[in-house]
């Protein structure tokens, strides 16, 4: 039996072992390393692990050349393929070898452990209860959230195709679990895939399946992702960069649940339902021509529009608060927390990276911070910049049109200026609470009756 703990990385560099073997060590994985694949295949006669991690290119044997041999010995063992030469025909040798994922280099070392956690628990999620698993963990007490939260509420006995939209990091994905742990179909396969990890050239492969023999290295059917989610979800992240032919294929599929594995002549019918996920605008793929309209309107059934982390900052504080949390139990340090004057500060940044820069800043505070407390001093040198850059920015551009249109002769400035100020107040504050114009007034500092006549002043809609 393999020790699924256990994960073997066989790199010809030693750079690159040093790197895995401390990330998914810290992660608590067991690793051995090895620098050819020969002691690997040599080692594989007395014990298995539960994932094997392999250059593709190495002196001697190659990454390839050890996964055929790992297939015919262990064909249970997940082998994950590593290659600088993330091209087409690399990615596509590799899943014809059997390559249970493929990792282009440089490579995010979190990805990298997130897929090997992936592989060593696929065949336990397969056989796993309902109620084991992990539960969706979304924080958030903004009013733009409180509509995210509305929404999952209302669809917790609806089998609708949702449509989820936001910026990246806006957490898309957990929403769409939160959706799927409570919806009728929670006690079914939740399979999620993102359009922009797979090339175009497998896709199709990768949500239908394939026959045997329907292409070279076809060496048995694969059951493809809309099969492993027949009954239960299947989330389809970043679906405005699916091409246009697996558009078509997909629309037939939500029309009448009926699809043809690659290389098959027999239909194949599904009940599965489908969360959609994308930071791009459809409206304009579709302008464009680049998404079909029609796949479009059977994908916008239900829209969630997620907030970006700058719309929701009261929400800050606590989002810090469990980041530093977690980063401490999976990085095995202890935990750190914010000061009044770190947590004022991250409440005033922009954050263009969303709730994932955020994570991120505390996943690296937790390790680099000197002591519990974290202070201004500690963060990161692109952090602590960016509120002067971001303040200094708007106010030099309106010097700057003042200044020119002195320049020009123009005059009774501040008649231009104000209105134009004050309607752009008023457009972030009403977004921010979602049209509510009490708690839009509050954060301007005005009462609810002078916002209303100032709209009305300013001739806004």
């Not at 072992?17 to 007395?46: C, D, M, P, Y």
């Not at 956690?117 to 903004?142: L, M, N, Y």
């Not at 009261?314 to 947590?343: R, Y």
């Not at 390790?367 to 974290?374: E, L, N």
Request: glycine share 6%; with cysteine.
């Amino acid at each position: 039996m393999p020790e699924k703990n256990l994960v073997w990385v066989v790199d010809d560099d030693e750079s690159i072992r040093w790197v895995l073997e401390k990330g998914l060590s810290e992660n608590g994985l067991k690793v051995e390393t090895f620098e050819s694949a020969h002691q690997v295949i040599k080692k594989l006669e007395e014990e298995s692990p539960g994932a094997i991690l392999s250059d593709i290119k190495m002196p001697g044997t190659s990454g390839l050349a050890l996964l055929d041999q790992v297939k015919e010995i262990r064909p249970d063992i997940p082998v994950i393929i590593m290659t600088a030469h993330s091209d087409l025909e690399s990615a596509v040798e590799s899943y014809e070898h059997g390559a249970w994922e493929y990792l282009p280099k440089p490579f995010d070392i979190n990805e990298a452990i997130k897929i090997v956690r992936r592989a060593i628990t696929s065949e336990e999620e397969d056989q796993e209860e309902p109620e084991s698993r992990p539960k969706a963990e979304i924080i958030g007490e903004a009013p733009a959230m409180q509509e995210v939260f509305r929404a999952i509420g209302k669809l917790s006995n609806s089998n609708s195709t949702v449509l989820l939209v936001g910026h990246s990091g806006t957490g898309k994905e957990l929403v769409a679990q939160a959706l799927f742990q409570h919806s009728p179909r929670k006690d079914k396969a939740f399979i999620a895939l993102n359009m922009a990890d797979i090339p175009k050239e497998l896709l199709e492969a990768e949500l239908f399946g394939h026959e045997k023999g329907a292409f070279t290295g076809a060496d048995e059917r694969r059951i493809g992702r809309f099969e492993q989610a027949n009954e239960g979800t299947l989330f389809l992240d970043e679906i405005g960069d699916m091409p246009l032919e697996t558009q078509t294929r997909l629309l037939r599929v939500l029309s009448n649940g009926e699809f043809y594995r690659v290389g098959g002549r027999k239909p194949i019918t599904v009940d599965v339902r489908i969360i959609a996920a994308t930071h791009q605008s459809l409206e304009e793929q579709v302008e464009k021509g680049v998404f079909r309209e029609d796949l479009f309107h059977r994908l916008n059934v239900i829209k969630i529009s997620l907030p970006n982390l700058s719309e929701r900052r009261e929400d800050i504080p606590a989002l810090s608060k469990h980041f530093l949390k977690i980063s401490a139990q999976e990085l095995n340090e202890e935990v750190k927390f914010l000061s009044e004057e770190v947590e004022d500060y991250f409440s005033r940044l922009s954050w263009p990276g969303n709730v994932r820069q955020l994570e991120n800043v505390c996943r690296w505070l937790t390790v680099m911070a000197p002591s519990r407390q974290i202070k201004l001093e500690d963060l990161p040198v692109d952090l602590k910049s960016e509120s002067t850059e971001s303040k200094t920015e708007w106010t030099g551009k309106l010097k700057s049109w003042a200044e020119d249109s002195l320049a020009k002769g123009e005059t009774e400035l501040l008649d231009l200026a104000l209105p134009e100020f004050e309607k752009t107040m008023i457009e972030a504050a009403l977004g921010k609470t979602m049209g509510k114009k009490n708690e839009a007034a509050k954060l301007l500092g005005w009462g609810r009756n002078t916002l209303t006549r100032k709209i009305k002043d300013l001739g806004m809609n």
